[in-house]
């Protein structure tokens, strides 16, 4: 972008970036998960911070400071590997978010009508009703995003602040439970290694991304070069002792085999209840959780808008999208694309399998997609002088995308999850070759 392409407001200072950050990176989702995995997800979960998170962070400080401005790895993809790599690392990146989007909304409304109690469980089993409230979910969060940062980053830091006393709660939490009863799980911190597990490996990785989305919103950081760094290293500490700890707190109020991936906290939130005769403790539980998804809403929603603006002030897509709305300063084109697409795959990715199914199928192309752009952010690095990050960035991005194609229990029909993730992917891929070939051939002279 030039000098006269539109600016957007530095309104965010450390504090601001570093509580986006959190609230982007840490999803409680991924929570139970780990615990349903086992204890040894502990391990994974500290190699997936060393090996992958902690290399990701030293490569966005870097490339943040190589690169200044509004739209992050798609400017050092561009100026290191081409403009047709920065358009494909884009476009794959920004439809995995609309992947995220749907799977996540599943999981959020399923986790707060359980809390809710047993005489409203029923709801959370229906499907119908679970889409039509997902899809309320997406458009509240983005239609909020549309009237600025300067507003818009209070939902960030509250969502981020939920997330910090949902993760004391349940510690605090378990370590009553334990006091009293002992722990319901032996922690053993050796990974189990089966077919079941492996495709949860790149769940693993996958919760660790998200720092990533504040190098996108450099142009409206104060002092980047000073901030994102600080601010990183902050998010990074924070996200790995956050999961760390609620995983463990979660594996002490229940075994494994009692806390379901979609359920897990509503379970242990009702177990530790009737344990301590604290009624209070599931309603708390739904709402932090509820509040730390509007947060993550918020600031993935806010960060991949700034793609297609920064793509279309290149002339790589319409020019609407490299505008901003004149009353709120915001790229608003691209926010409600995003949530026509996010809507658009919440639907269709239901068809033909289980509830349980569809979900697995979400989380596997969210995670191949989302996946694909950081082989080009860990080659931006390895330019950048930042070489054993890229190396240690790479091996987990490959590891990560090869685990993901593994189906879980859940998956009853494999051929028909196997071939969704197959053709979902070309089918990105492709979009991005022709949306990017009729571009150049309607910006060629005459």
């Not at 992050?72 to 920004?94: A, I, P, S």
């Not at 601010?231 to 924070?238: D, K, L, M, R, T």
């Not at 505008?323 to 269709?348: D, E, K, M, N």
């Amino acid at each position: 972008m030039d000098d006269h392409s539109p600016q957007l407001k530095r309104e965010l200072g450390l504090r601001d970036i570093t509580f986006f950050a959190i609230a982007c990176i840490v999803g409680t989702r991924w929570i139970p998960a780990a615990a349903h995995a086992g204890p040894g997800a502990v391990t994974l979960w500290l190699l997936a911070a060393v090996l992958f998170m902690v290399p990701l962070a030293i490569a966005v400080a870097a490339l943040s400071v190589k690169y200044p401005g509004t739209g992050g790895f798609y400017l050092w993809t561009r100026n290191d590997f081409g403009r047709w790599h920065g358009f494909l690392c884009f476009v794959v990146y920004w439809v995995g978010i609309a992947f995220w989007f749907p799977g996540a909304a599943m999981f959020y409304m399923s986790a707060g009508i359980h809390a809710l109690g047993p005489s409203y469980r029923y709801l959370a089993d229906s499907r119908p009703f679970l889409l039509a409230v997902s899809l309320v979910a997406i458009w509240v969060a983005l239609g909020t995003n549309l009237i600025g940062v300067k507003i818009g980053k209070w939902t960030q830091n509250a969502g981020a602040a939920a997330t910090w006393l949902l993760g004391a709660l349940l510690v605090i939490v378990a370590a009553v439970v334990f006091r009293r009863h002992g722990t319901a799980t032996p922690i053993h911190l050796a990974p189990t290694w089966n077919w079941d597990t492996l495709s949860f490996w790149s769940t693993i990785a996958y919760a660790m991304t998200g720092l990533e989305m504040a190098g996108l919103m450099g142009g409206e950081i104060k002092d980047p070069a000073r901030t994102l760094p600080r601010a990183g290293w902050i998010a990074s500490a924070f996200t790995t002792a956050f999961y760390v700890s609620a995983t463990v707190a979660l594996l002490v109020i229940l075994p494994p085999g009692q806390i379901s991936e979609m359920n897990g906290l509503a379970e242990a939130g009702e177990s530790a209840a009737r344990s301590l005769h604290l009624v209070w403790l599931t309603p708390v539980v739904a709402l932090l959780v509820m509040a730390s998804a509007v947060g993550q809403f918020g600031g993935l929603g806010t960060s991949v808008s700034r793609l297609p603006f920064a793509v279309g002030v290149d002339r790589l897509l319409p020019a609407a999208f490299g505008r901003v709305h004149a009353r709120w300063g915001t790229p608003h084109i691209a926010i409600v694309t995003l949530g026509v697409l996010a809507s658009f795959l919440l639907v269709a990715i239901q068809l033909g399998d289980t509830m349980r199914a569809a979900y697995q199928t979400l989380v596997s192309l969210m995670v191949i997609t989302g996946f694909l752009p950081f082989l080009y952010i860990f080659g931006s690095a390895w330019k950048a002088g930042k070489r054993v990050s890229a190396v240690s960035g790479w091996a987990i991005t490959l590891l990560a995308i090869l685990c993901s194609v593994v189906p879980t229990a859940e998956v009853k029909n494999v051929w028909l999850f196997e071939t969704k993730l197959a053709v979902g992917t070309a089918a990105v891929i492709a979009t991005a070759w022709l949306l990017y070939r009729r571009t150049r051939q309607a910006a060629a002279p005459v």
